[in-house]
Nanobody, 119 residues
Framework: QVQLVESGGGLVQAGGSLRISCAAS????????MGWFRQAPGKERVFVAA????????YYADSVKGRFTISRDNAKKTVYLQMNSLKPEDTAVYYC????????????WGQGTQVTVSS
């Protein structure tokens, strides 16, 4: 069982930066691939970024590539999403999720953290 708790969301002006975090419980965090997703009001939840269990590979949605950076600290059981050059369209609830390597579906999800970007 893995529990994920996001934090760090808030209100930021367009062009600003924000770093959100996801703290995990359990002893097997370092064996899980981690991902960030977001859901804007009235829209479906979509993929934002992912990082392999080792931290060696990262993946990004085209909409955030070059602006967002995903990273992880396995010793702290935490994954981060550094968001730069934020746009109003980045406004959403951001969720972190984990999955076992080689498994397509993300099994464990956090409760989400709200990020609002004002114009």
């Amino acid at each position: 069982q893995v529990q994920l708790v996001e934090s760090g969301g808030g209100l930021v002006q367009a062009g600003g930066s924000l770093r959100i975090s996801c703290a995990a419980s359990g002893r097997t965090f370092s064996t899980y691939d981690m991902g960030w997703f977001r859901q804007a009001p009235g829209k479906e939840r979509v993929f934002v970024a992912a990082i392999r269990w080792s931290g060696g590979s990262t993946y990004y949605a085209d909409s955030v590539k070059g602006r967002f950076t995903i990273s992880r600290d396995n010793a702290k059981k935490t994954v981060y999403l550094q968001m730069n050059s934020l746009k109003p369209e980045d406004t959403a609830v951001y969720y972190c999720a984990s999955r076992s390597p080689g498994v397509e579906e993300y099994r464990y999800w956090g409760q989400g953290t709200q990020v609002t970007v004002s114009s």
